[in-house]
Nanobody
Framework: QVQLVESGGGLVQAGESLRLSCATS????????MGWYRQAPGKESEFVAAINWARGSTDVAEAVKGRFTISGDRAKKTLYLQMYWLKPEDTAIYYC????????????????WGQGTQVTVSP
């Protein structure tokens, strides 16, 4: 099973930026399609973004479209989530995911999960 390790979370103020990283143990970055989910306190897990390496395409949730970008560095085997113009409602634990076997927006599709990294956005 793929191992995923996130980093880069922290406390920022509204309007600031943050970049999350996810290192994969897979043979290559593109072995599995990858993505990001988040879960806020008392709320269900929410799809954020995913990347299809074969098509070179990305899928980004409407709630963060235009502010968040998903990308990867193949040499470093690392997936990124660049977050701009952060809002307090972006506060959540962010999880890196890999190996989807269904819809990207269904958390049950994903078979690899990181331990999560906390992002807190103050007003």
């Amino acid at each position: 099973q793929v191992q995923l390790v996130e980093s880069g979370g922290g406390l920022v103020q509204a309007g600031e930026s943050l970049r999350l990283s996810c290192a994969t143990s897979a043979p290559t970055l593109s072995t599995y399609d990858m993505g990001w989910y988040r879960q806020a306190p008392g709320k269900e897990s929410e799809f954020v973004a995913a990347i299809n390496w074969a098509r070179g395409s990305t899928d980004v949730a409407e709630a963060v479209k235009g502010r968040f970008t998903i990308s990867g560095d193949r040499a470093k085997k690392t997936l990124y989530l660049q977050m701009y113009w952060l809002k307090p409602e972006d506060t959540a634990i962010y999880y890196c995911t890999a190996d989807p076997r269904g819809s990207y927006s269904d958390y049950r599709s994903w078979h690899g999960w990181g331990q999560g990294t906390q992002v807190t956005v103050s007003p």
